[in-house]
T-cell receptor
Framework: AQTVTQSQPEMSVQEAETVTLSCTYD???????LFWYKQPPSRQMILVIR??????QNATENRFSVNFQKAAKSFSLKISDSQLGDAAMYFC????????????FGTGTSLTVIP | KAGVTQTPRYLIKTRGQQVTLSCSPI?????VSWYQQTPGQGLQFLFE???????NKGNFPGRFSGRQFSNSRSEMNVSTLELGDSALYLC?????????????FGQGTRLTVV
């Protein structure tokens, strides 16, 4: 099974500041997708950003961007200008054709935003 | 456009009973996947259905089963409930079956086994 590791169980950031969440993964494949999902207290998983492994350019969605290092198998999420609404659990996930359609999730990082 | 609807939102069952959870995907979506979320094991894949066919199954005992109907609605069933089955069960729907299609999650069903 694929392994996705999030080594930071908890993180905190001051409102308007920048925070980076870490994720590493283990795979022998060259073509796959990586995702960051946000799970607020409402429990619904919301897609934040995704990266296709064959694309070298890092994905960006408004205040959210990733640092994708394929050789290092690292996929970190940077949140700029943090807002109170960013407080949630963040999950890194992996998906590829060869292992079926399912997501492999990391254990999550709980992000607290301090006003 | 309505999102993914899971019912019921909360459920309390007694050990040994069985339970059925329902997931209505976004209109037009044909793929439905189920995940179990627990504090100890995190998010684990249960199964995936596409056009009424199970395409993939996770590493769960046979007590866990599912099905998908012609309208793409899906149900999962857990028989002979154990305390360890207490979890949040999440359903995700996608337009297609490819890994490049976006998955939309429901708010889950919180199952408590006592």
């Amino acid at each position: 099974a694929q392994t996705v590791t999030q080594s930071q169980p908890e993180m905190s950031v001051q409102e308007a500041e920048t925070v980076t969440l870490s994720c590493t993964y283990d795979t022998s494949e060259s073509d796959y997708y990586l995702f960051w999902y946000k799970q607020p207290p409402s429990r619904q998983m919301i897609l934040v950003i995704r990266q296709e492994a064959y694309k070298q350019q890092n994905a960006t969605e408004n205040r959210f961007s990733v640092n994708f290092q394929k050789a290092a198998k690292s996929f970190s999420l940077k949140i700029s200008d943090s807002q109170l609404g960013d407080a949630a659990m963040y999950f890194c996930a992996y998906r590829s054709y060869k292992i079926g359609n399912q997501f492999y999730f990391g254990t999550g990082t709980s992000l607290t935003v301090i006003p | 456009k309505a999102g993914v609807t899971q019912t019921p939102r909360y459920l309390i069952k007694t050990r040994g009973q069985q339970v059925t959870l329902s997931c209505s995907p976004i209109s037009g979506h044909r793929s439905v996947s189920w995940y179990q979320q627990t504090p100890g094991q995190g998010l684990q894949f249960l199964f995936e259905y596409f056009s009424e066919t199970q395409r993939n199954k996770g590493n769960f005992p046979g007590r866990f089963s599912g099905r998908q109907f012609s309208n793409s609605r899906s149900e999962m069933n857990v028989s002979t409930l154990e305390l360890g089955d207490s979890a949040l069960y999440l359903c995700a729907s996608s337009l297609g079956a490819g890994v490049n299609t976006e998955a939309f999650f429901g708010q889950g069903t919180r199952l408590t086994v006592v």
